[in-house]
């Protein structure tokens, strides 16, 4: 492997790994903020309204945070990717551009309104700009999700004379079957994630004793949220999503799922870690058939396995993506019977006094954010060693004339700069969340 | 059509200068013009609401920009590599700097953030003129239409460039100057008080040097880049564009003299729009001139554009897009004009 291709590849991953830890809570957030400012303008309750200033001023550090670390992401295709870019720029420029030109302006012009405007614009003013900053960010990530899913299943293009890519139907591109799934599947993840966010902040004021008329609030609205999202997760969009993949990418779905050997009845592993030297599963804990049944809805259904593939083509880092992808289907499990025992005590009103399902909420706030990333690191590393699947391969998209010393300097500087902005990031929100949602707010947002 | 989206590219960049170049140029004269702690927050106030929304137009340059000259994105981004990524640990300390710093209530950490918010403020001023200089004067382009440039070579224009030379380094302290002036006047125009007329004042002092600068920057440039009087020698609209520049820079010191700040931003306004115009029209159809074997080498908006299916499709949602773009711009900076005071929520 050329060394420059390496750190070019670990310098995406680093910066699109660390960037998707903000959108992905800013996408989760907004729609519960517009819930929130919904219900106080129904109830016409401040309590209300101080909860949407204190999600907004939450919501404002995490998306500066986005806007920060997303912009290096839009320069990489350039910067680090120019022979990807010049091959694909004819179709993903479309969506790319876009993004720019229908997400962000509406976001970032909405969201100064929002957080600094809440006086000039009145209560109704105020709700439609907390709608223009939830439209904004998901329609940026609908972008962002129809160029990934061409990457994973290229639509709507035909061949240049010069070897390039060029758009041949737009509404090929923006329809595309995959980008539809995999963003319901991506958008619902983002909402656990501020979901889960909402409740372990509310829960973790009602274990302190402090704010508790808005713990209260938040434990609500993230548990309901939080249950049904984390159920439309898997089903049907998880379900949705996987088909895709058997359909599409016959070879990632034997590496994902560690299936060396194609087989009829193929059985589900739930644990065992993958030998890929000598092409067997160790310590399998298996259900048989299930594999077959899952992905075809038969249980002696054939389900390809990686020897019907010839080695050039498979994912080349299997153990990772084996373990991505059950580390994000682990998870998404466990959010489920989480959130399935906490409506049920929210039901019985007794969620507010159950300390132990407190502290579960609390302890449960990193989870969603480590299964959102292994998802997305399911999708990337799967696609390998494609970069656009069956298209271009990774190896031949890097920057050619950008040295590998070049690429190590600013991954180092990323890997400073994003240290302090993580430090910092988490210094803030934390005295956010101690000062708490209710009175004096410093000359601060 | 190619030469349709080169105006759109242009403009958009164009916007963004005009738009960010007055933030970048109230965050160089920060810790100059506000004295007091009081000064420097009105100075943040008043860019606080719009700044974001202002960067916005270089991503979305950026965007679409790759989307119309694929080939002039990858090869201009990969080539600019490392001042690019400096540029954007730039744009990160100074975004940080604005927002955070309002999060801080020790003074200590204050002033910390003062700074990082008016050194990366100053420095992504000089940048951006110098890349500006950069793609004037020309680059080392391959026969396949990339390049890569180091930070430095010998510091002189020729066939073995680096991103700072004599050149531009002096299009980077141009820039510079202008967006000082620029900022100045947005301030003067949102404040009012000792801070209206101490940023006054620094405007006054930058005209001069303003205008010196101009004349000199337009004489190294025909040193450097002759090519560049071929278009104004065969179109007679391009001399519109020394008229534009010269006439704002007198608008400009006639306002200020008067105490019109509104008439004197404007001014400054179309002062950039004139120079980056005229640096368009310039080169125009090339868009990255080849310092070896121009006439083949150099990038021009035929060899590097998208498809024309892509282009005639993307005419019909960027045109809807930039209606809404500029009616929420309308909207936002109508919510918060006026001058700037400091009860209420923000910075």
Not at chain 1, 282 to 288: A, K, Q, W
Not at chain 1, 338 to 349: D, Q, S, T
Request: net charge neutral; hydrophobic share 55%.
């Amino acid at each position: 492997m050329d060394s420059a291709l390496l750190v070019d590849r670990i310098h995406f991953a680093f910066t699109i790994t660390f960037h998707y830890l903000f959108p992905q809570l800013t996408m989760g957030l907004a729609p519960l903020i517009v819930v929130l400012k919904t219900l106080g303008l129904r109830r016409n309750d401040e309590v209300y309204n101080q909860a949407v200033r204190f999600w907004g001023r939450i919501f404002g550090i995490n998306f500066v945070m986005g806007v920060v670390t997303g912009i290096p992401m839009e320069f990489q295709f350039g910067t680090n990717w120019s022979h990807f870019s010049r091959f694909a720029g004819g179709v993903i420029g479309q969506t790319l551009a876009m993004e720019g030109m229908f997400a962000f302006f509406l976001e970032s012009a909405f969201l100064g309104l929002f957080l600094y405007g809440e006086k000039r614009l009145g209560p109704r003013g105020h709700w439609w700009s907390a709608v223009a900053v939830f439209l904004g960010s998901w329609l940026s990530g609908f972008f962002i999700i129809v160029t990934d899913a061409w990457m994973q299943h290229p639509v709507g293009f035909v061949r240049a004379a010069d070897g390039s890519v060029q758009l041949a139907s737009f509404w090929a591109l923006v329809l595309n079957p995959w980008a539809w799934w995999q963003y319901a599947h991506n958008m619902s993840g983002a909402v656990i994630t501020g979901a889960i966010v909402m409740a372990s902040v509310g829960a973790f004021y009602l274990l302190w004793g402090k704010f508790e008329a808005q713990g209260r609030i938040f434990v609500r609205v993230g548990v309901v949220a939080g249950l049904i999202f984390s159920v439309f997760q898997l089903f049907p969009t998880g379900d949705g999503q996987g088909r895709m993949i058997a359909a599409h990418q016959p070879a990632t779905l034997a590496a994902i799922e560690a299936l060396f050997v194609s087989q009829t009845g193929a059985p589900l592993v739930i644990l065992g870690q993958p030998n890929v030297a000598e092409r067997k599963i160790d310590n399998p804990i298996e259900v048989p058939n299930a594999l077959s049944f899952l992905t075809y809805r038969a249980w002696k259904a054939d389900v390809q396995g990686l020897d019907a593939v010839p080695p050039d083509m498979w994912p080349e880092n299997i153990a990772l993506l084996y373990y991505s992808y059950h580390i994000m289907v682990g998870l998404g499990t466990v959010f489920i019977a989480i959130m399935v025992v906490a409506a049920f005590l929210l039901w019985r009103g007794k969620l507010f006094s159950a300390r132990w399902m407190l502290w579960i909420l609390l302890l449960a706030l990193p989870f969603p954010y480590i299964a959102n990333t292994a998802g997305w690191m399911t999708a990337e590393l799967g696609r390998q060693p494609w970069l656009v699947y069956g298209l271009m391969r990774t190896a031949e998209g890097y920057s050619k004339m950008v040295s590998a010393g070049n690429v190590m300097f600013t991954l180092l500087g990323f890997l400073g700069m994003y240290t302090v902005l993580g430090i910092l990031f988490l210094f803030l929100v934390q005295r956010e969340i101690d000062r708490g949602p209710v009175g004096e707010v410093s000359s601060g947002h | 059509m190619e030469t349709l989206w080169l105006m759109i590219v242009a403009g958009m960049l164009v916007a963004y200068v005009v738009l960010d170049g007055f933030d970048l140029g109230a965050g160089a004269i920060y810790l100059g013009a506000g004295k007091t702690s009081e000064e420097r927050r009105k100075i943040l106030r008043a860019i606080g609401p719009v700044w974001d929304g202002n960067e916005v137009w270089l991503v979305a340059a950026g965007g679409t920009l790759y989307f119309a000259f694929p080939l002039l994105y990858a090869s201009s981004f990969s080539g600019f590599y490392l001042p690019l990524m400096m540029v954007l640990w730039l744009l990160m300390l100074r975004g940080i700097g604005i927002e955070l710093r309002a999060h801080m209530e020790n003074p200590v950490w204050v002033g910390f953030f003062d700074l990082i918010f008016c050194a990366s403020s100053v420095l992504l001023a000089i940048f951006f003129g110098a890349a500006l200089g950069n793609v004037v004067r020309g680059v080392p382009l391959g026969a396949d239409g990339y390049f890569f440039e180091p930070l430095w070579t010998n510091f002189r224009v020729g066939a073995n460039p680096g991103i700072l030379d004599w050149y531009t380094v002096l299009t980077g302290v141009i820039a510079l100057v202008t967006l000082t002036a620029h900022g100045s006047l947005y301030i003067a125009v949102k404040t009012d008080g000792a801070l209206n007329q101490r940023t006054r004042g620094i405007a006054t002092w930058a005209w001069p040097v303003q205008v010196v600068l101009t004349v000199v920057g337009v004489v190294a440039t025909c040193y450097v880049q002759p090519t560049v009087l071929d278009n104004f020698e065969h179109h007679a609209v391009g001399l519109l564009i020394p008229v534009v520049v010269f006439g704002s820079l007198g608008v400009m010191i006639y306002a200020i003299r008067k105490g019109s700040d509104k008439l004197a931003f404007v001014a400054s306004s179309f002062y950039i729009v004139g120079m980056l115009g005229g640096a368009a029209f310039a080169l125009y159809p090339v868009v990255l001139p080849a310092s070896t074997d121009p006439a083949h080498r150099s990038l021009t908006i035929y060899n590097t554009a998208a498809g024309r299916h892509g282009l005639t499709v993307g005419l019909t949602w960027w045109i809807p897009a930039v209606i809404l773009a500029l009616g929420y711009f309308v909207l936002l900076f109508r919510m918060f004009r006026g001058k700037v005071r400091l009860e209420g929520e923000g910075y």
